[in-house]
């Protein structure tokens, strides 16, 4: 089966570095994608990492360790925009392809106070 | 270039009726998924499809649910009979290669 873990709830102050986590079990592994999603709104792409280690992308990192099964999403120099769901999802093996469904977690709700 | 188009945005239908919820995906993307959200919980898969073929329909109920994506048009999603606990957000997604999915602003449907 499929199983991906991270917080309900994470909440931090405006210009703070926080890192939210997670953790998967999966039947194989073709790639890890963190979404943000504010109330009300569609998904949207922030990170997508298939190899070990760190991708950045502005104020926005992701990590990846495939062999822990691990990945954290860092938002640093927070905004009050900031404050959404963080959306953290796998893409198990497809014979071999690079396309097919995503397995989400039940996201990450932040709260970014002033 | 627009983005995944999702129409109607909300949908309000009565036990028993029929919803038929619809997507374009962006210019360019031939493969589409359809996700739904209940909430305070996460995306679930529903189906996943190709034009005039169905991929994967291992998340879709086995009754009353629907989706087809025809050769010309949008893709469709129907659920027949809607009952209460078929109200959610219904999102669809794109997807043309590798990286991550566009998402739609969703069809939020509300079973009265």
């Known amino acids: 089966g499929q199983n991906i873990d991270q917080p309900t709830e994470m909440t931090a102050t405006e210009g703070a570095i926080v890192q939210i986590n997670c953790t998967y079990q999966?039947?194989?592994?073709?790639?890890l994608f963190w979404y943000q999603q504010h109330a009300g709104e569609a998904p949207t792409f922030l990170s997508y990492n298939v190899l070990d280690g760190l991708e950045e992308k502005g104020r926005f990192s992701s990590f990846l360790s495939r062999s822990k099964g691990y990945s954290y999403l860092l938002l640093k120099e927070l905004q009050m925009k900031d404050s959404a769901s963080y959306l953290c999802a796998v893409r198990p093996t497809d014979r071999g392809s690079t396309l097919g469904r995503l397995y989400f977690g039940r996201g990450t709700q932040l709260t970014v106070w002033p | 270039n627009a983005g995944v188009m999702q129409n109607p945005r909300h949908l309000v239908r009565r036990r028993g009726q029929e919803a038929r919820l619809r997507c374009s995906p962006m210019?360019?993307?031939?493969?589409v998924y359809w996700y739904r959200q209940l909430p305070e919980e996460g995306l679930k898969f529903m189906v996943y499809?190709?034009?005039?073929?169905?991929?994967?329909e291992s998340g879709m109920p086995k009754e009353r649910f629907s989706a087809e994506f025809p050769k010309e048009g949008p893709s469709i999603l129907r659920i027949q009979q809607v009952v209460r606990g078929d109200s959610a957000a219904y999102f669809c997604a794109s997807s043309g290669g590798a990286g991550g999915y566009t998402f739609g602003s969703g069809t939020r449907l509300t079973v009265v």
């Open positions: 499809l190709q034009k005039e073929n169905i991929i994967d």
């Open positions: 999966t039947s194989g592994f073709n790639g």
């Open positions: 210019k360019g993307h031939s493969h």
